[in-house]
């Protein structure tokens, strides 16, 4: 779970953890209520100022909610309607877009990176083997993030109030200043051409193809050719071919396409306030969203897992749902944990190593989690607005998500 290290100890620290009720009227109010109570139960224990949780299937959102606070200091609730950065649960909107302009014929996975890049992008190691689309999807391109990934990407969201706010993260990443913004083409030259004042570690010692080595780089690369191929934003692209279609109506990729008053502070952990931040890379990690629209795109995601999505053709979903790597792309393999999408992955999706299907996401203030399971059509999706490090974030992190399995079966069956 990880587009950065995001893990901190957090100091105790107990919210009033309110919700805000927004359920279909057809689940049954025990369980339902059942359910608020076991979540509040978690929720009170301090380790998250606010976050929102939701269970679906292949028609629709079974039970959505918000906890706790978008807002601490001023006791604002976090409610389904509450919107923030998702991190790398993003990138599953990167392979759609993907497939998306493979269907329109703008590009096919299994062409060359340099057909569409501007720049020379090449593994200096093995100059003479081309980089893939389909590589970048799969983590297996040799791009890897090096320091200025932390130290030159992430830029302040210009006129906010820094009164009090920390800016830094981790001690390695930097907010940048706002007025030294740069674009995602711009950044990926710097880090990945031959001549880079970035280029530094900028590839594995692997050839192309070879290891799956997860890559932020590489996944902004991808959408960067999205852009190339089809002439268009790749906001814009994918706000034409999937938010819309979808009617995701409160979700975007910049502040300005969305609506800031429902956008929750974020925070290192319950106590200290993060800045707001935009990234040159947004497609590997800033999709913004809240709870409802993101249930509505898992529900998208299960259809078309059964062949009976609407955002790309049967044949897409199938690759976009394939298992592209093997036992050899490995140098290990997580089966300890069924909700790490490290075991093997399709087109920027997941799988954990008992199926699930799904994407894990952390950044500074953001933690979230997005899975189905294929056997029974059941997804979960959970979004944090704070960090945690110790072991009780942990245990209240899976505590929550398995309270969500729990009773997924009997939201199901009402």
């Known amino acids: 779970m990880r587009k950065i290290s995001i893990f901190f100890i957090v100091p105790m620290l107990l919210i009033s953890c309110q919700t805000m009720k927004n359920t279909p009227s057809s689940v049954s109010h025990k369980v339902n209520d059942s359910l608020d109570t076991e979540i509040n139960t978690i929720c009170q224990q301090g380790s998250f100022n606010g976050f929102s949780v939701s269970i679906v299937n292949d028609q629709t959102t079974l039970y959505q909610k918000g906890f706790g606070f978008s807002d601490a200091a001023a006791g604002k ?7 923030q950065n998702i991190a ?20 096919n996975l299994d062409d060359p990176v340099q057909k569409y890049v501007p720049f020379k992008v090449v593994n200096p190691q093995f100059p003479q083997v081309p980089i893939t689309i389909r590589q970048l999807a799969t983590h297996t391109s040799s791009i890897l993030d090096n320091e ?19 800016l830094n993260f981790d001690d390695e990443q930097i907010f940048n200043p706002s007025d030294s913004t740069i674009t995602m083409g711009t ?20 050839k192309p193809g070879e290891i799956y080595e997860y890559s932020n780089v590489g996944t902004a690369l991808a959408a960067f050719i999205v852009e190339q191929a089809t002439g268009q934003d790749f906001s814009a ?5 999937i938010l819309k279609p979808l009617q995701m109506k409160d979700s975007g990729w910049k502040f300005e396409e969305v609506q800031f008053s429902k956008f929750s502070k974020l925070y290192e952990n319950p106590k200290t306030v993060l800045p707001f931040y935009l990234s040159a890379t947004y497609p590997d990690g800033g999709f913004i969203t809240n709870i409802n629209d993101l249930s509505i795109y898992l529900t998208e995601l299960i259809k078309g897992y059964n062949g ?6 049967r044949k897409s979903y199938q690759e976009y749902f394939t298992p592209q790597l093997t036992a050899a792309h490995f140098t290990e393999r997580n089966t300890q944990n069924p909700y790490s999408e490290s075991y093997n992955v399709g087109i920027f999706m997941g799988f954990g190593y008992t199926g699930y299907i799904g994407h ?35 245990d209240a992190f899976y505590g929550i998500w398995n309270v969500l399995e729990k009773y997924q079966l009997k939201l199901k069956n009402k």
């Open 77 to 83: 609730p976090y409610t389904v309607k509450t919107i």
């Open 360 to 394: 894990t996401g952390g950044d500074p203030g953001v933690m979230s989690m997005m899975f189905f399971d294929p056997k029974n059509n059941l997804g979960r999706i959970m979004i944090f607005n704070t960090n945690f490090s110790d072991k009780k974030g942990n």
């Open 308 to 313: 009976k999505g609407t955002i790309l053709s």
């Open 148 to 166: 200025f990934y932390l130290s030159k990407n992430y830029f302040l969201k210009p006129n906010q109030n820094l009164k009090g706010i920390k």
């Open 187 to 206: 950044f990926l030259e710097n880090v990945l051409s031959e001549h880079g004042k970035w280029n530094t570690n900028s590839f594995s010692i692997h």
């Open 237 to 241: 692209f994918t706000k034409e071919h």
């Open 88 to 107: 790398s649960v993003s990138k599953t909107f990167v392979g759609i877009a993907l497939l998306k302009a493979q269907e329109l014929g703008k590009l």
